[in-house]
């Protein structure tokens, strides 16, 4: 029944060679890799006037050389990633860049702050749009979570059916997001140059403004950076391509790039043109939207498109984690699971894993996952600052043909990264200080699943360790609990292995118990040996380990193997176990755990 | 450590010898299985006088004949309660007289209604003692629920320790609010005979009453009964007395008749004297206290040991819960596990079922258990029935000498206890419903799985089932992984078996793997077969089990016995198995479950 579930929600399993169909051509790719970076759009250009408010509205004319100034570090970024692009055509991005050029330690730092960002993207953009849906029909207010949760779950189930699907999917409503945000944009821009729009309603440009400070304006820019975020999504996900992956891939960050600047610099001079103040009820898109084409179909098409793109922002997510996690897995920092293929050949415990964290990050504050933002850009900007400087070295290390234009690239861009890096520390340093703990802590992970894997392979490689000792025989015990059919098939199982001692084992509480037993043993079955343990603490395990330690300790000397050999019931019904005392499971426990011996174990299938 | 924690929490194990040491004299036993019945006083005068307030102030006069048809109820059941402990000397009480007599259901009856009982009583009690509590601090009032568990856990721990040292510490509260009662009642009625209580108080006995009804009689009348819940405690416990147990058990009883007689009729006629009314600040035996002593140390006094008794009220569930448990156990009706005797040879299990449960009640009701006392009065109402009735029979049945008396006595119980049984039906029904429902599922889960208990019987016994079929040879699949030194280990045991057949399964996911595996296989272990099944959906499990099964079949036709051989890691930390992918766990379980194969398991244990 359960098999027949996941067949309805994620379809037939694939096999192997069917990966081949499962990747993306680029208008599927642009669709699923972009939409974090453009759904930024939404809420990037607001961010910057955010903070400019705080002086005044004179200062509002910023916008424009900070948008300007943001415009450069996208161009610096999708430079340098195209050169990241095809310069590590396998993927992994910033973690294999740093990893490669800057370190082994970089390297971690870089991905696991990547890794804790796309958990970030899914929790935050998941509940934005969210909150974008329930501000439009209010009565769905108090069910916020639940339907952030079931979003959740929806991307994380068209995830699972595989990426081809959930692009097909998906595409359209980032096409049409694209597409509503041109249309707003042209039309404002025609109502400017017919003159629709008084130029009386901002500050012109140069205007002096009282108190603003140096601070003030790269507060103002490390804000509007945080529309880069998802930039590098990617760099990470060339294995989701069509062949050739890389040229694909490069190509399809440009298209994202000119997007994203032609959308980013539209709203941004749009906003200063019409003189619009962000305030809490409406966002400054659909203060743009409205004032262009009033309370019309436009108007709700804008505002229903960029809910959608702000819930499929999450997606990126989804493309770009379980590929940094097999990279991650394949390196060994994190478990081996991730690097599997599921059933749709997509790496599902990756999936999976996303999907879960971001419904507990959503349960846990509730919804209200806004003031993770400043978190979330920054974990994107330590990735983005390592991944150039890491460029950086390359370029010096390998110089090769035409390689100072490239070093140029690369160093302008992780200088800027930094800066921001640098800026977010300073300005919003309370609501990022969490960064410092969990990172070192992700880190320290990954180095302790890796010295445990390394360990585990230097103990299992023929190579280095000690041949095996060989065995020259076998001793056999067998707990019995009373003289039934059980123990009898056991017992005959047991005989037939051709061992070269059978011993059973009774423990009996009462030394009533112990002469009866033995009796009734010696005519049921003499030739098997019985060993009884009187138990005074009725205590089942505490005699038997003993035993079995003297037994182990003679079995060695001459290379005897023991081989304890438990029968089990299997009831009919799950419900069943709870009858028995599961003496079977306590023991085989014990025994494998603490002790180098082998445990056998005979089912006995109850049939009623 | 946590062995370390248990000995300190519960003492060092005992022997099962030292079981003779365990019992309890009469002194101790009174003290620990008449809580419950004794601390009735403290709440039963107050419900005749609340269902008579109903009417008004001068029909408090009936209260005097209504605890005259109490007294005569409590002077029924502890005659036939006392011929049952003579009749049924091994305990058991009202489950076993009303399974032998009046047959199994009746039984399961009686037994279900009282486990369930029990463990409202402790829920009940620990509430009320709490609220006596935090009514004299209000502080606390707050904290009442986290205080109640603890007190639970206090007790169950008590009780794990054993019931000579329970008894022994919770002997002298119960002794000390005997004592205080008498006091009271003694200097109440001192005061009344010399005159220090005016008799105007209270409206003489025979005034007539506007509206009194039959049916409002009768509910008081059942209220006060409530004050006999406990009183069939001795009868379930049987086994914890000193030999000559049914005698010591008799005597105890009557003591405990005797008391409980001496200060329910005590408290009773005070409160009627001195015109007492109930209110919702104070308590009857409070007010009736401050009447005689005003707020001296005597009434602190009488408030303390009534608000301790409350709590150790709970104390006789324990004492009877657990025995109960042992006979429904052992006659197949619940889970065997409740039969065994744990470290200090109670029945530990039992106990902390008991605790467990009632702390969910607590939870469940958040401390405010009182809506339940209707329910747990009747609980106690139903067994009375069945088991007087059952006696009946039993005197019809064996005619024994001097049986008349004996028939007379049960006849008159069973008879006022299906009354007040009927009364709490026709005047409670609103708050005792549940009963109606959670009895039927009760039986209906005694019945079933008894009927999973006889079915395994019934399949084990040599005597009923079908002879073993004779082993003829071995064959042994070993899934293999990769050439590591875990697949040499669990080779050369396969190899040192002597089976008939050893064949290697490794199921590749890629055709290519499939050629290159079976070549390194060829060079590094000729001498054992090995098969490979190229898996193109990547599971491991399904080609295992498909070619399992065609190996089973084969096997059968000649009565080979089929053994898988699983090697395991066995890491050094807790925390490394999620590094691994459990992949012997689930090929086990999968095994053991669905094919009738032995599995063998060779732990690997890591040494990093």
């Not at 059916?161 to 707003?184: D, H, K, N, W």
């Not at 004032?291 to 229903?304: A, E, L």
């Amino acid at each position: 029944m359960l098999v027949a579930l996941k067949r309805i929600l994620i379809g037939r399993p694939l096999k192997s060679n069917e990966l081949g169909e499962q990747k993306l051509n680029k208008t599927k790719a642009l669709a699923i890799l972009s939409s974090d970076a453009l759904s930024s759009v939404a809420y990037g250009p607001e961010q910057i006037l955010l903070v400019l408010i705080t002086i005044s509205i004179a200062a509002f004319w910023y916008s424009i050389p900070i948008g300007i100034g943001v415009l450069i570090l996208l161009v610096a970024l999708i430079l340098s990633y195209r050169q990241i692009i095809f310069a590590y055509p396998h993927g992994g991005g910033a973690y294999v860049v740093s990893k490669e050029n800057l370190g082994k330690y970089p390297g971690l730092v870089a991905g696991g702050s990547l890794l804790v960002d796309y958990i970030l993207t899914v929790a935050v953009s998941v509940s934005a749009g969210t909150d974008a849906i329930t501000s439009a029909f209010p009565t769905l207010h108090e069910h916020t979570v639940g339907i952030a949760v079931v979003f959740v779950i929806l991307i994380t189930l068209l995830n699972l059916r595989g990426v081809t699907e959930s692009a097909s999917i998906l595409a359209y409503p980032v096409y049409l997001f694209v597409l509503a945000l041109f249309i707003l944009i042209g039309a404002g821009l025609y109502n400017i140059a017919s003159g629709g729009v008084s130029a009386a309603q901002h500050a012109p440009i140069g205007t002096p403004v009282m108190g603003i400070s140096l601070f003030l304006l790269l507060r103002a820019f490390a804000s509007g950076s945080s529309a880069l975020t998802g930039v590098e999504a990617i760099s990470n996900a060339i294995p989701n391509f069509r062949d050739p992956a890389p040229k694909n891939a490069a190509r399809t960050l440009t298209v994202m790039g000119i997007l994203l600047a032609l959308l980013f610099s539209g709203t941004v001079f749009l906003a200063y043109y019409y003189g619009i103040t962000p305030i809490v009820e409406a966002t400054v898109v659909s203060q743009i939207a409205e004032q262009t084409f009033g309370r019309t179909f436009m108007y709700f098409f804008i505002q229903g498109t960029t809910a959608l793109i702000l819930i499929l922002a999450a997606n990126t997510g989804y493309s770009a984690f379980p590929l940094l996690a097999v990279n991650l897995a394949k390196d060994k920092f994190i478990p081996r699971m991730f690097a599997v293929r599921g059933d749709r050949l997509g790496y599902s415990n990756g999936i999976i894993m996303l999907g879960v964290l971001s419904i507990l990050l959503i349960l846990a504050f509730k919804g209200q996952t806004e003031q993770l933002i400043p978190l979330y850009a920054v974990g994107v900007f330590i990735p983005f600052t390592l991944s150039q400087s890491g460029m950086m070295l390359k370029w010096i290390r390998q110089k090769p043909p035409g390689w100072v234009p490239k070093l140029i690239i690369n160093t302008t861009g992780a200088f800027i990264c930094l800066t921001v890096t640098f800026v977010f520390f300073l300005t919003k340093f309370t609501q990022i200080w969490p960064i410092l703990i969990f990172l070192p802590l992700i880190v320290l992970a990954f180095h302790r699943i890796n010295k445990h894997y390394e360990a585990v392979g230097e103990q299992l490689r023929l190579t280095t360790c000690e041949p095996a000792v060989p065995i020259e025989g076998n001793v056999i015990i067998l707990p019995v609990a009373g003289i039934t059919h059980v123990v009898e098939h056991s017992a005959n199982y047991a005989k037939s292995l051709g061992a070269d001692q059978i011993i059973a084992v009774y423990i009996p509480f009462e030394r009533e118990d112990e002469a009866k037993f033995e009796e009734k043993w010696s005519k049921w079955m003499p030739d098997v040996r019985l060993v009884t343990l009187h138990s005074p603490y009725r205590s089942i395990i505490q005699p038997l380990m003993k035993f079995i330690d003297t037994v182990e300790r003679k079995a060695r000397e001459s290379n005897y193997q023991v081989t304890v050999i438990i029968p089990q019931f299997i009831p009919k019904k799950g419900w069943h176990n709870i009858l028995h005392n599961q003496t079977s499971f306590t023991i085989r426990a014990a025994l494998l755990y603490r002790k180098d011996v082998i445990v056998t174990t005979v089912p006995y299938h109850l049939k009623k």
